[in-house]
């Protein structure tokens, strides 16, 4: 009888069983001929990655759970997953050689490591006569479609996204795959798997080197299914669903105001085609919000970086990227440990970093507020030492979406209004007046009132003594004082944008180039001509920028 042909899925992020098209390619073919074909689902944890790749436990947790999740639900499909430790493109060679494999079907992934990655892979595959069949499906639309639409660039406005995505065919989601027939001892299992059952088996989290017990509680548990829950649970809420408008929703509520699904859809848990053709149906027929604010609006938001991400070389990075901004950041490793792990003195800014820390997860207008406070508005850190420590603790850290936030919140892409800058004291209270969210993340200052806990500098200090927190012994005193570097920095950050408009016009300093807050297209170069014709069309709109500037200047 002839050996068995493999067919291996492989995941990586789609880390789900309902609408997984490479997946159900592959189940679909072992059901129609099972006599000649067994499949093996595989995830590769690659020990060496915790050398190059921040990961803090609150992730590692998370996918640790997914996993297990995963193999549970595999197994409801008569399958199970199988974890393979080791560098992908030393694994897979020895795999198609020893499972005897014909066929390897996974998602594609736009992310720079990926590409290099998968590129590797799929030649050690046409080396050893293996099929590749690989699926789009981590988005809902193909960033490569999109681009070619604008002609060959990427759109640099969520609008013009919007507006090129409108004309494209949403993918309907697909059901979770049939089940196998049933599963048989196979003649042709590895050597390795006969010795030792399971070795294959999910990671532990003692394998991950995490300690558990250290760790707080796990408010938002990895999985398939917890993220199918989460969904229902949320869209059942049909009235909050219509109404949802993500500015009006809390930055600092002591539960999240909005869904959290975005590890969920990081991970491929949850499929963001799903997601969104049950949002449509939730809200078909009924009066809702509207993007960009609504929930499909942060579908779509996604959608964008995606898009740009896939077209943008060195996006990830100031140097190099073409949509990028180039400003002289600073060097300050003081004050970015402080930011880092909450102890820059403003109370609403370290509350929002240690709930991160230890939570793994804040709001999006709360990244609002640190990102700008890092960047251009007080410590004038380079977005990219905050886009690390994201990467880093946030359960959602998705390396599309992070960059592109990083850049959007200093003003180094896409919003370009860099005199706008969040107040890291008036800011959290329009929310939360009475400072309890900063009372649970910062308990020094638990006893301090509503009128003076997001600025404890200001009680004297026979009130700090009362309230049992010392300003400076207890508590940091703040490292900045945010009125007065504020308008520095925006001073800093007008001259930038002047240096990068006089590059850019070839050596000719012109006025800044201020867009609408929903975004604009960076650095672009504007037709000019010589004589007072062209100076007289500039001058309004350079007048309006100034006054705009010194509009919020005195507000400081």
Same mark, same amino acid.
């Given at each position: 009888?002839?050996?068995?042909?493999? +067919?291996?899925?492989?995941?990586?992020?789609?880390?789900?069983?309902?609408?997984?098209?490479?997946?159900?390619v592959?189940?679909?073919?072992v059901r129609?001929?099972?006599?000649?074909?067994?499949?093996r689902?595989?995830?590769? &944890? @690659?020990?060496?990655?915790?050398?190059? &790749?921040?990961?803090?436990?609150?992730?590692?947790?998370?996918?640790?759970?997914?996993?297990?999740n995963?193999?549970?639900?595999?197994?409801?499909?008569?399958?199970?997953?199988?974890?393979?430790r080791?560098?992908?493109?030393?694994?897979?060679?020895?795999l198609f050689?020893?499972?005897?494999?014909? &066929?390897?079907?996974?998602?594609h992934?736009?992310?720079?490591?990926?590409?290099? =990655? @998968?590129s590797t892979?799929?030649? /050690?595959?046409?080396k050893?006569?293996?099929?590749?069949?690989?699926?789009?499906?981590?988005?809902?639309?193909?960033?490569?479609?999109?681009v070619?639409?604008?002609?060959g660039k990427?759109?640099?406005?969520?609008? *013009?996204?919007?507006?090129?995505?409108?004309?494209?065919?949403?993918?309907?989601?697909?059901?979770v795959? /049939?089940?196998?027939?049933?599963?048989?001892?196979?003649?042709e299992?590895?050597?390795?798997?006969?010795?030792?059952?399971?070795?294959?088996?999910?990671?532990?989290?003692e394998?991950?080197?995490?300690?558990?017990?250290?760790?707080? /509680?796990?408010?938002?548990? !990895?999985?398939?299914?917890?993220a199918? =829950? *989460?969904?229902?649970e949320?869209?059942?809420?049909?009235?909050?669903?219509c109404k949802?408008?993500?500015?009006n929703?809390?930055?600092n509520?002591?539960?999240?105001s909005?869904?959290v &699904?975005?590890?969920?859809? #990081?991970?491929?848990?949850?499929?963001v085609?799903?997601?969104?053709? $049950?949002?449509?149906?939730?809200?078909?027929?009924?009066?809702h919000?509207?993007?960009?604010?609504?929930l499909?609006?942060?579908? %779509?938001w996604?959608?964008?970086?995606?898009?740009v991400?896939a077209?943008t070389?060195?996006?990830?990075? %100031?140097?190099?990227?073409?949509?990028?901004?180039?400003i002289?950041? @600073?060097?300050?490793?003081?004050?970015?440990?402080?930011?880092?792990h909450g *102890?820059?003195?403003?109370?609403?800014?370290?509350?929002?970093?240690?709930?991160?820390?230890?939570?793994?997860?804040?709001?999006?207008?709360?990244r609002?507020?640190v990102?700008c406070?890092?960047? $251009?508005?007080?410590?004038? +850190?380079?977005?990219e030492?905050?886009q690390?420590?994201?990467?880093?603790?946030l359960?959602?850290?998705?390396w599309?979406?992070?960059?592109?936030n990083?850049?959007?919140?200093?003003?180094?892409?896409?919003?370009?209004?860099?005199f706008r800058v969040?107040?890291?004291?008036?800011?959290g209270?329009?929310?939360?007046?009475?400072?309890?969210?900063?009372?649970?993340y910062?308990?020094?200052?638990?006893?301090?009132?509503? !009128?003076?806990?997001?600025?404890?500098?200001?009680a004297?200090?026979?009130?700090?003594?009362?309230? !049992?927190?010392i300003?400076g #012994?207890?508590?940091? %005193? =703040?490292?900045v004082?945010h009125?007065?570097?504020?308008?520095?920095?925006?001073?800093? %950050?007008s001259?930038?944008?002047?240096r990068?408009?006089?590059?850019?016009?070839?050596?000719?300093?012109?006025d800044?180039?201020?867009?609408?807050?929903?975004?604009?297209t960076p !650095?672009?170069?504007?037709p000019?001509?010589?004589g007072?014709?062209?100076?007289?069309?500039a001058?309004?709109k350079?007048?309006? +920028?100034?006054?705009? +500037?010194?509009?919020?200047?005195?507000?400081?």
């Amino acid at each position: 009888m002839a050996k068995r042909e493999t +067919i291996v899925h492989w995941f990586r992020k789609g880390l789900r069983i309902h609408d997984n098209p490479a997946l159900t390619v592959a189940v679909d073919k072992v059901r129609a001929n099972p006599a000649k074909y067994c499949l093996r689902p595989i995830f590769v &944890l @690659d020990p060496g990655i915790r050398k190059w &790749l921040r990961v803090g436990p609150n992730r590692w947790r998370f996918l640790q759970q997914t996993l297990a999740n995963l193999d549970e639900n595999l197994r409801s499909i008569n399958s199970r997953l199988y974890v393979v430790r080791g560098n992908p493109v030393e694994v897979f060679p020895k795999l198609f050689a020893d499972w005897n494999v014909s &066929l390897l079907t996974y998602e594609h992934d736009i992310e720079p490591y990926a590409v290099k =990655r @998968d590129s590797t892979v799929e030649e /050690q595959a046409r080396k050893h006569w293996v099929e590749v069949h690989i699926e789009k499906s981590h988005t809902i639309f193909d960033p490569e479609g999109i681009v070619k639409k604008n002609g060959g660039k990427p759109p640099l406005t969520y609008q *013009r996204y919007a507006t090129l995505a409108s004309a494209c065919k949403i993918p309907q989601p697909l059901p979770v795959p /049939q089940k196998l027939p049933a599963k048989e001892t196979s003649p042709e299992a590895d050597k390795e798997e006969r010795k030792n059952p399971s070795c294959y088996d999910p990671p532990t989290m003692e394998e991950l080197d995490i300690e558990e017990a250290s760790m707080g /509680q796990c408010k938002f548990p !990895g999985g398939e299914s917890e993220a199918l =829950r *989460r969904m229902n649970e949320i869209l059942s809420r049909k009235a909050w669903v219509c109404k949802f408008e993500k500015p009006n929703t809390s930055p600092n509520s002591l539960e999240p105001s909005t869904t959290v &699904l975005s590890p969920y859809l #990081k991970f491929g848990c949850l499929s963001v085609r799903l997601f969104y053709s $049950r949002i449509a149906e939730t809200i078909k027929g009924q009066k809702h919000s509207q993007p960009p604010v609504s929930l499909i609006g942060q579908v %779509m938001w996604r959608e964008f970086y995606y898009c740009v991400a896939a077209a943008t070389p060195n996006y990830d990075k %100031m140097v190099g990227n073409g949509i990028c901004t180039q400003i002289d950041w @600073d060097t300050n490793k003081d004050y970015l440990e402080a930011w880092t792990h909450g *102890r820059t003195g403003y109370p609403f800014i370290d509350a929002i970093m240690r709930q991160l820390r230890q939570e793994g997860w804040i709001h999006h207008l709360a990244r609002h507020a640190v990102a700008c406070f890092l960047t $251009r508005g007080d410590l004038w +850190i380079s977005w990219e030492e905050g886009q690390r420590v994201f990467e880093e603790l946030l359960l959602d850290a998705d390396w599309a979406l992070n960059a592109g936030n990083w850049m959007w919140l200093s003003a180094s892409a896409f919003f370009h209004q860099y005199f706008r800058v969040y107040s890291p004291v008036a800011f959290g209270k329009k929310t939360d007046p009475e400072g309890k969210f900063i009372k649970k993340y910062v308990p020094e200052l638990a006893r301090f009132p509503a !009128g003076i806990i997001y600025e404890p500098w200001k009680a004297n200090l026979e009130t700090q003594k009362k309230l !049992g927190c010392i300003i400076g #012994k207890d508590y940091p %005193m =703040r490292i900045v004082v945010h009125e007065d570097i504020s308008k520095v920095n925006i001073q800093r %950050m007008s001259a930038a944008y002047k240096r990068n408009k006089a590059q850019k016009d070839g050596g000719t300093e012109q006025d800044d180039s201020v867009s609408s807050g929903s975004g604009g297209t960076p !650095g672009k170069k504007r037709p000019t001509s010589t004589g007072s014709t062209a100076k007289g069309k500039a001058a309004p709109k350079k007048r309006k +920028i100034e006054a705009n +500037i010194e509009k919020f200047l005195k507000k400081k």
